[in-house]
């Protein structure tokens, strides 16, 4: 029999109302349990480890578990109506700028499109505009994203880059599958020329069935001529593998040694469990979370990065992400920097992470090396109270800022709760 933790509000991955929701306890298992009366009842695993060692993980990132809503009534005292689809709630600690819907692949799964889509391309201009806006918005230490669809696919990216510089963003980040950038040394100087700081990297194993999962072919030689290309031309370079269980897996330990054979132009590994968003196969998902991807971690670099290395967020909700910094020794080792404490949440708290993104992520020459990831939340384990402490925000071309994940959130037909915002 399953043990309520808490309560929350979440959505239905059929119809995408608000419904409510419980975290539930099995044994070593944390649930979201829910039910549509439309659609009926639905459990997804959210935390692979006990009730006790999940609550304390909340609580070392700052949220007082015993203040946690018991029933939906006390959920809707902590949030306004109408909350989840409006605008977010905290200042972000990065903003990403949609640059196009278009792509030079056709994975498939993907989560930024729909095919069908209508074309979604603004001007250099249009640009500039949503720029200006975030910058104004979120203050002059804010971190901005480049983002698709694949930005590369338009010959105008340069410029794009060019404009944030010019409005004053000392750290732009493109977010890319790298396919362009492997191909030409010259284009990632151009970048690197036009503005452009740090490359975050699709970067899912180091053998090629990892990439035939994602992206239906084999591309691990581009991916490594990528890293080669951007650590030439002095971009930093972000690894971002996306985990998938049953396919790479038990590939995160070779993923780090990887990133530390181009250390220090490899200057983090940003592992993020996989979600369902868009285009994704029908039937079972297989899930995996933070305590799983953080266990593997261990396990596959023989504890030369440990468990215990890691600390929840506290600025967002301790639920969404995982961070550890490491430096290289001289015997060629990773030694923990941090040091594992309670944290109280700060209103500003985005500072403190511009300012570390900042001096972690951008081009330098200490082999230090920053090991983390993000969860982002889906249809079937949305939490609204999660939500509201999103600090990875999505530009809106209407002038809006919200939340990656109600950006991306679709049904499972692969209609988006927010189509047409970015």
Request: glycine share 8%.
């Amino acid at each position: 029999m399953s043990k309520i933790l808490s309560c929350t509000l979440s959505v239905c991955p059929y119809c995408l109302k608000e419904i409510p929701a419980k975290i539930t306890a099995e044994q070593d298992r944390v649930y979201m349990e829910k039910s549509c009366l439309e659609h009926g009842s639905m459990k997804t695993l959210i935390w692979e480890d006990s009730p006790e060692n999940y609550l304390k993980w909340l609580e070392d990132g700052g949220i007082h578990t015993d203040r946690l809503p018991r029933t939906e009534e006390e959920v809707c005292e902590q949030m306004r109506k109408g909350e989840f689809a409006g605008c977010a709630q905290v200042q972000p600690c990065s903003a990403a700028l949609m640059t196009t819907n278009r792509c030079n692949m056709d994975c498939p799964v993907c989560f930024t499109r729909k095919k069908g889509d209508r074309r979604y391309e603004p001007s250099v201009e249009e640009c500039r505009e949503q720029l200006a806006f975030y910058r104004a918005h979120a203050g002059q230490d804010a971190l901005v994203e480049l983002c698709g669809g694949e930005p590369t696919v338009r010959e105008d990216l340069p410029e794009i880059a060019r404009a944030a510089r010019e409005l004053g963003f000392s750290y732009v980040q493109l977010n890319t599958n790298g396919l362009r950038l492997s191909g030409s040394i010259a284009y990632c100087r151009l970048l690197k020329d036009s503005g452009v700081t740090t490359v975050y990297l699709g970067f899912d194993g180091v053998r090629e069935d990892a990439y035939q999962t994602k992206y239906g072919r084999s591309i691990l030689d581009q991916k490594r001529k990528a890293v080669e290309h951007c650590a030439e031309a002095g971009l930093a370079v972000v690894l971002v593998p996306c985990v998938i269980p049953g396919s790479n897996d038990g590939q995160l330990g070779e993923i780090i040694r990887f990133a530390k054979s181009y250390m220090p132009a490899v200057r983090g590994v940003y592992f993020q469990p996989v979600s369902y968003f868009g285009i994704y196969p029908e039937g079972e998902n297989p899930r995996i979370t933070i305590p799983e991807v953080i266990r593997r971690i261990e396990t596959q670099t023989e504890g030369e990065v440990r468990a215990q290395d890691f600390l929840p967020g506290a600025y967002e909700h301790a639920a969404c992400t995982f961070q550890g910094i490491f430096l290289c020794d001289g015997t060629g080792k990773l030694r923990s920097l941090n040091r594992r404490m309670r944290r109280e949440k700060s209103e500003d708290g985005y500072r403190s992470i511009r300012k570390s993104t900042k001096l972690l992520w951008i081009p330098g020459d200490k082999k230090m090396i920053s090991i983390g990831g993000m969860a982002f939340q889906d249809a079937w384990n949305m939490d609204l109270l999660r939500i509201r402490r999103c600090s990875v925000q999505i530009i809106g071309r209407d002038r809006q800022m919200r939340p990656l994940c109600t950006k991306y959130l679709s049904d499972i037909y692969g209609n988006k709760l927010c189509p047409g915002i970015a």
